[in-house]
C-alpha cells in the first residue's frame, strides 16, 4: 500500500495497544506508542492490578495473526478447571470442558506485555515512547497533548489516525465525553464489591503449596477468593467483597486481628496457605469493579476508542484480555476488506471505524454482561447443589456428544469462531433448559445421555423461538 506512510498514533502500551502496534507496523504503518507508565521491562510497576490473567482461544487468535504463538505457550500454566473449596477445606475440581484438549491458561500479564513490546519493537516502522501522559485529545484537529512525566513538559503529537487503547480511563474518550461536539453515550456502573490482590508463596524449594493445574475457587455466596498459578511457584490470590455490606467487608476489616479472624472462619485452608497474609492485606489497595460501555466509538475518520477503552469489563468470564485481543483481530479483518479503498483514495478511515465497531460493539456489549452474570455464577452458584447437577450432565454431554453439544462457557471460552453474543443467547438458553428441566423432574443426572441431548436440544431451540419472537435476541 503505497499510503502506508499514514502515521498511526497510538495512546497506550498496555496488552491491546501494544499488540495493535505490532500488527500495524507488520503491515507497514508508521506507528507512534505513548504510555503514561514506565517501561515495565525495566521496572516493576504492578502496582495491586492483575498479576496474572486467564488467556484462553480468542486471545490466542491474536498472537496466531502476529506469529507469536509458540512464544506466548511459553508464558502459559493450563488450568483445566476449578477447583472448588468449601468451609471445611475440601476440594472438588470442576473441568471447564468434557473435551480434554479445551482448557485455559494462566499467563503473566507482565511477561505477555514485555514480549508483545519487543516483537513490536523489531519493526523499524514502530516506536514506543514511555513516561507520556495524554492530557486530551483534540479529534476535530487528529492531534493529542502529552505531558512527559520526568521533564513536566507539554508536547503536541498529530497523526493521520490516533487509535486510543488506554484503558477504562481513557484520555480520548474522557475528550469525546467532555467537549461535546457530538451525541456521545456513556455508562460505568460499578460494582458494590471491590477486589485486592494477595500471594500464596512458592515453598521454600520453589514448588506450588497446592494443585497447580487449576482456577481455584473459594466460592461463599456474597464474597469469594480466587487463585492463579504463576510460573515462579506461586499463586496470585484475589479476594472479592462487599465494600459495606455483610459482617465482613473492607472498610471493616481494619486490623489484623479481624481480617485474620474473617479468614480463620471462611478460608481456613486458604489461610493455612498464607503467612504473609496480613502483610500483604495492608499493602495492596482496594480496587473497584466496573464496567464501561459507550458509543459511538468513533469519531469521522480520525480517532477511534479500542479494547478497554471502548468496552471495560468486570473479570469473572476471564475475557478481558482476550477481548481486547479480538478486538486486534476482528479490526484487522476490516482493514484487509478495506486496505486496497484505502490507499486508493476510494475509502477512508472513516469507512474502516464504522464497519469496525457495526461488526464488533453487539459482541463486547454481551461479553461484558455474561462477566456480570458469571460473579454471580462464580461467588455462589457454583456451590448450589442443581448448579453441579448441570455441570455434570453438561461435562457429559460434552464427552459424549463433542460434536453436537458446548455448555455457555464452552461458547464463549473455546468457540473462537462464533461472537460473544451468539454465545451468550445460545448458552443462556441452554442453561434455562437444563435448569427447568431438572428443577421439573424431566432429565435427572441418572438418564440416558443421549436422551438428555435431544430434550436439551428441544427445549434450548424452543426457548431460543420464543426470545425470537418476544425481540430479546
Known amino acids: 500500500m503505497k499510503d502506508k506512510q499514514q502515521n498511526t498514533l497510538i495512546i497506550g502500551a498496555g496488552l491491546c495497544g501494544s499488540l495493535l502496534a505490532l500488527r500495524m507496523g507488520q503491515r507497514g504503518y508508521n506507528v507512534n506508542v505513548y504510555e503514561m507508565r514506565p517501561d515495565l521491562r525495566k521496572t516493576d510497576i504492578s502496582a495491586g492490578r492483575s498479576i496474572n490473567l486467564a488467556f484462553s482461544d480468542r486471545g490466542n487468535k491474536g498472537m496466531k495473526l502476529v506469529g507469536i504463538e509458540e512464544k506466548v505457550k511459553a508464558l502459559c500454566i493450563?488450568?483445566?478447571?476449578?477447583?472448588?473449596?468449601?468451609?471445611?477445606?475440601?476440594?472438588?475440581?470442576?473441568?471447564?470442558?468434557?473435551?480434554?484438549?479445551?482448557y485455559i491458561n494462566s499467563i503473566s500479564r507482565g511477561g505477555l506485555n514485555a514480549l508483545l513490546l519487543d516483537e513490536a519493537e523489531k519493526?523499524?516502522?514502530?516506536?514506543?515512547?514511555?513516561?507520556?501522559?495524554?492530557?486530551?485529545?483534540?479529534?476535530?484537529?487528529?492531534?493529542?497533548?502529552?505531558?512527559?512525566?520526568?521533564?513536566?513538559?507539554?508536547?503536541?503529537?498529530?497523526?493521520?489516525?490516533?487509535?486510543?487503547?488506554?484503558?477504562?480511563?481513557?484520555?480520548?474518550r474522557r475528550s469525546y465525553y467532555l467537549e461535546r461536539k457530538f451525541l456521545f453515550s456513556f455508562s460505568q456502573d460499578y460494582l458494590?464489591?471491590?477486589y485486592k490482590e494477595l500471594t500464596i508463596l512458592p515453598t521454600e524449594n520453589g514448588d506450588y503449596k497446592t494443585y497447580k493445574n487449576a482456577l481455584h475457587i473459594w466460592p461463599r455466596g456474597d464474597f469469594m477468593v480466587i487463585a492463579l498459578p504463576n510460573l515462579d511457584g506461586s499463586f496470585t490470590v484475589t479476594l472479592f467483597l462487599s465494600y459495606d455490606e455483610g459482617e465482613y467487608n473492607f472498610n471493616n476489616l481494619s486490623t489484623p486481628e479481624i481480617v485474620t479472624e474473617f479468614f480463620q472462619k471462611e478460608f481456613p485452608d486458604a489461610l493455612e496457605l498464607m503467612p504473609n497474609l496480613v502483610e500483604d492485606f495492608f499493602e495492596n489497595p482496594t480496587a473497584p469493579l466496573g464496567t464501561v460501555k459507550c458509543s459511538p466509538w468513533h469519531y469521522k475518520g480520525n480517532t477511534l476508542l479500542m479494547g478497554d477503552s471502548a468496552h471495560a469489563i468486570v473479570p469473572f468470564y476471564g475475557q478481558g484480555m482476550n477481548a481486547s485481543f479480538e478486538d486486534v483481530v476482528e479490526f484487522d479483518s476490516i482493514l484487509n476488506k478495506y486496505e486496497g479503498d484505502l490507499s486508493s483514495g476510494k475509502a477512508g478511515w472513516e469507512t474502516i471505524f464504522s464497519e469496525y465497531e457495526k461488526t464488533r460493539k453487539k459482541d463486547t456489549d454481551a461479553i461484558a454482561d455474561l462477566a456480570i452474570d458469571n460473579f454471580h455464577?462464580?461467588?455462589?452458584?457454583?456451590?448450589?447443589?442443581?448448579?453441579?447437577?448441570?455441570?455434570?450432565?453438561?461435562?457429559?454431554?460434552?464427552?459424549?456428544?463433542?460434536?453436537?453439544?458446548?455448555?455457555?462457557?464452552?461458547?464463549?471460552?473455546?468457540?473462537?469462531?462464533?461472537?460473544?453474543?451468539?454465545?451468550?443467547?445460545?448458552?443462556?438458553?441452554q442453561d434455562k433448559a437444563i435448569l427447568n428441566m431438572l428443577s421439573d423432574g424431566i432429565i435427572s443426572t441418572e438418564d440416558d445421555i443421549k436422551d438428555i441431548l435431544d430434550k436439551v436440544k428441544t427445549e434450548t431451540e424452543a426457548i431460543l423461538e420464543d426470545d425470537r419472537i418476544a425481540g430479546l435476541d
Not at 502529552?146 to 490516533?162: G, N, S
Open 78 to 102: 493450563p488450568m483445566n478447571g476449578r477447583m472448588l473449596h468449601d468451609r471445611q477445606g475440601n476440594t472438588f475440581l470442576s473441568n471447564y470442558s468434557g473435551r480434554d484438549h479445551e
Open 123 to 172: 519493526h523499524k516502522n514502530v516506536s514506543i515512547h514511555f513516561n507520556k501522559k495524554c492530557l486530551s485529545v483534540d479529534f476535530e484537529n487528529t492531534t493529542a497533548r502529552f505531558q512527559d512525566y520526568e521533564t513536566k513538559d507539554e508536547f503536541i503529537e498529530d497523526a493521520d489516525c490516533i487509535i486510543a487503547t488506554d484503558g477504562a480511563g481513557s484520555a480520548l
Open 192 to 194: 458494590t464489591h471491590g
Open 377 to 429: 455464577e462464580m461467588k455462589d452458584h457454583v456451590g448450589q447443589v442443581i448448579f453441579q447437577e448441570k455441570r455434570k450432565i453438561e461435562m457429559a454431554l460434552e464427552k459424549e456428544y463433542p460434536e453436537d453439544y458446548s455448555s455457555k462457557y464452552s461458547l464463549v471460552t473455546f468457540n473462537e469462531h462464533i461472537g460473544y453474543r451468539e454465545a451468550m443467547l445460545r448458552g443462556r438458553a
